[in-house]
């Protein structure tokens, strides 16, 4: 196994979990992505595991699954929006076809800024973006091989961009 065509990175709300069904249909292969496999072998939300336990532990539960899934996942892969957090995660993305997503901060408010389920943004979106984006614009931009940006584009053209762009 060679590892996943295509890894998809970017903040959350950005579209990687729509943009990487849409490329597994059009090349075939199948679509994976970490966030759904957490959820699925704790059995809870994503959004519980961070109440519950606390953000270091969702870490290591998404730098395990991140791990696993370059391993064993040949089609589209879509990380959860910290996973670039890790140094040793970066590591292992360097060996693959990373893209990232992006999107400007009134895009982001407006896709993610109402829905409370994304713990990271709960409390004040716009200004939590603002911070979340100036410390990992730096760590996506390190393991990406491109940065296609979303804005005014529909999922089909943002699935075409990645194509293009590797
Ligand atoms: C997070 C992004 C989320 C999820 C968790 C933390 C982040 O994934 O992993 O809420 O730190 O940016 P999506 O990017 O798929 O929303």
């Given at each position: ?103 400007d901060v009134e895009e982001a408010v407006q896709r993610t800024g109402l829905n409370q389920a994304r713990p990271l943004l709960a409390v004040n ?42």
């Amino acid at each position: 196994m060679t590892g996943p065509k295509v890894v998809l990175v970017g903040p959350m709300g950005v579209g990687k979990t729509t943009v990487g069904e849409l490329l597994s249909e059009r090349l075939g292969v199948s679509f994976r992505d970490t966030d759904a496999d957490i959820v699925a072998a704790q059995g809870r939300e994503i959004s519980d595991i961070f109440v519950d336990e606390g953000e270091a532990y969702f870490r290591a539960l998404e730098k395990a699954a991140v791990a696993a899934a370059l391993t064993e996942h040949d089609g589209i892969l879509a990380l959860g929006g910290g996973a670039v957090l890790d140094e040793s995660t970066r590591a292992l993305l360097a060996e693959h076809p990373v893209v990232c997503l992006s999107m400007d901060v009134e895009e982001a408010v407006q896709r993610t800024g109402l829905n409370q389920a994304r713990p990271l943004l709960a409390v004040n979106p716009r200004k939590q973006w603002r911070e979340l984006m100036e410390s990992r614009r730096p760590l996506y931009a390190e393991v990406a091989r491109a940065v296609v940006p979303t804005d005014g584009r529909t999922p089909d053209e943002v699935a075409q961009a990645v194509l293009d762009a590797l």
